[in-house]
């Protein structure tokens, strides 16, 4: 119950993990456009260098990476055999009019490996950055949009107190969960539609209780003085620092670098 | 001393599914009192706390607070002089971390950075809380949540403290940490509660309510030892012989 699939974030107190989370997202966005804009084979070893690197800086252990790339895996096994017999060209192997093909195998690896690092360098910011800094960088970066009076502030507000209320919740379906099975409510029983019938009786208590702690909740904010983010202090600023500017520096560079190498 | 900070003449609620809450409720709160609200439930002990901050409001200003009546104009000011703690701590507390949690009220009166650390560390000094700042409200137990649902209102430096059930879901250490944490502090404070063990150690003038009107008001030690009231209202077991 508790796995979140895609790189949920490991604290620590690594380099990356005190890097200011915007730099952050445009880091990986540029690291994951990469693999498909190098073309060359020193290119290639040089940025799969540097990942491995940064998954090692960040004190990410290989089985947390073996698991979130496991996530991947039924479609990578896909795009393997897509990959496999449909590109034409000098068969290896052949079957009929089905064949294998030289430039098959080496392009089902290339896509394979693509998305490997796709992967690594996504899970490398989730990794890093608690989904609340994430909430920050995203206010900090769509800030501007404010001025099309699009909420922002509210919006990271909102997710902020999301994320906050995902482990309580958690919490309550399984405190149901128990108090329905004690109660004899078989969870597993039957096929598929009778299963998914089994659940009225915890969701529905689920979403009274939620409904009534979002009341709650509203209420409590209500008595604190809550008037809308505008009325608020500016507290958390976001400050660039040496660092940032040169984990930016670095990234940029690398990306330079791999695109130029043959 | 005898400042009226609390004033209520002739207040009556009515949800609006018909239910009467509220009927023809008065009384007054001096600067300084500690109060006790007590009363089965149902009697409207919740929901005369909700009119003092303004949560639920009557039409006719029949709530006073400070002197003001409790009403659009004046709410910014009364929820920063009222400060409400809700029963179930996890319900208040939402944000990612204490510091956070403690500074919201602060940061909605829009102080400014300084103020609101500075008031932040106050408050959490005030709940033997300091040092939790960058905790997860969620990780805490339910007695630490108690306290910084106690400090997020602390923060926006109330005169008066409201508090719903504070001790009901604390171990006996807990409540009496928290029962010797309310009594430090230096603030009006009104408290509804089952637990008479706690209105007796800390509340001088207890408010006996039952199906939305005030039963009786007087000092504590009257109405605590008071049997056959009591019993009269549920809160103690029923005296044999009595109807």
Not at chain 1, 99 to 114: E, F, K, P
Request: positive net charge.
């Amino acid at each position: 119950m508790n796995a979140i699939p895609f790189g949920m974030y490991v604290p620590g107190d690594s380099i990356l993990h005190r890097l200011d989370p915007r730099v952050k997202m445009g880091a990986t966005l540029l690291l994951m456009v990469l693999p498909f804009a190098v073309h060359g084979l020193a290119g290639h070893i040089v940025l799969s260098t540097f990942l491995l690197a940064l998954v090692l800086i960040a004190g990410v252990s290989l089985s947390d990476l073996g698991r979130t790339l496991r996530t991947v895996f039924w479609i990578a096994f896909l795009m393997f055999f897509l990959y496999l017999f449909t590109t034409p060209g000098e068969p290896l192997v052949a079957v009929g009019r089905i064949a294998v093909t030289r430039q098959g195998v080496l392009s089902a690896g290339i896509q394979i490996y693509r998305l490997c690092l796709l992967v690594i360098s996504a899970s490398l910011l989730t990794f890093t950055t608690s989904p609340v800094q994430l909430a920050h960088g995203l206010e900090a970066m769509l800030f501007p949009l404010e001025r099309i009076r699009l909420p922002v502030r509210e919006l990271a507000m909102v997710l902020t107190i999301a994320l906050r209320f995902v482990p309580t919740l958690q919490e309550e379906i399984d405190k149901i969960a128990k108090a329905q099975r004690a109660r004899g409510v078989d969870l597993s029983a039957g096929g598929p539609l009778r299963r998914a019938r089994n659940l009225v009786p915890i969701f529905v208590p689920v979403f009274v209780s939620a409904f009534r702690r979002a009341d709650e909740l509203a209420m409590a904010m209500d008595a604190r003085g809550f008037r809308g983010a505008a009325h608020r202090t500016h507290m958390r600023k976001l400050y660039l620092g040496l660092q940032d500017l040169l984990a930016a520096l670095v990234v940029l560079g690398l990306a330079l670098v791999t695109i130029w190498l043959k | 001393m005898d400042e009226k900070i609390i004033q209520i003449e002739g207040l009556s609620f009515t949800y609006p599914d018909g239910h009467r809450a509220l009927n023809n409720i008065s009384l007054t709160v001096n600067r300084g009192e500690s109060v006790a609200f007590i009363g089965p439930n149902g009697a409207g002990k919740s929901t005369l706390l909700l009119h003092l901050n303004g949560i639920l409001r009557s039409p006719n200003g029949a709530v006073k607070v400070l002197g003001h009546p409790v009403a659009e104009n004046y709410l910014r000011l009364i929820r920063s002089k009222v400060g409400l703690v809700f029963q179930d701590p996890e319900d208040q507390l939402f944000s990612p971390t204490v510091f956070d949690d403690v500074a919201f009220g602060p940061i909605n009166m829009g102080c400014p950075e300084a103020e609101i650390r500075q008031r932040v560390n106050q408050a959490l000094q005030q709940v033997q809380m300091g040092g939790y700042e960058k905790r997860s409200p969620h990780h805490l137990s339910v007695g630490e949540k108690k306290r910084i649902a106690i400090a997020t209102v602390l923060s926006m430096n109330p005169e008066v403290l409201v508090l719903d059930e504070p001790t009901s879901n604390l171990d006996p250490r807990g409540r009496w940490e928290l029962i010797e944490l309310l009594r430090g502090l230096p603030l009006t404070k009104l408290i509804a509660t089952h637990d008479l063990e706690m209105v007796r150690n800390l509340c001088e003038r207890t408010i006996l309510l039952d199906r939305g009107r005030i039963v009786a008001d007087g000092p504590t030690p009257a109405i605590l030892t008071d049997k056959l009231l009591l019993a009269e209202h549920g809160l103690a077991p029923p005296i044999v012989g009595q109807a």
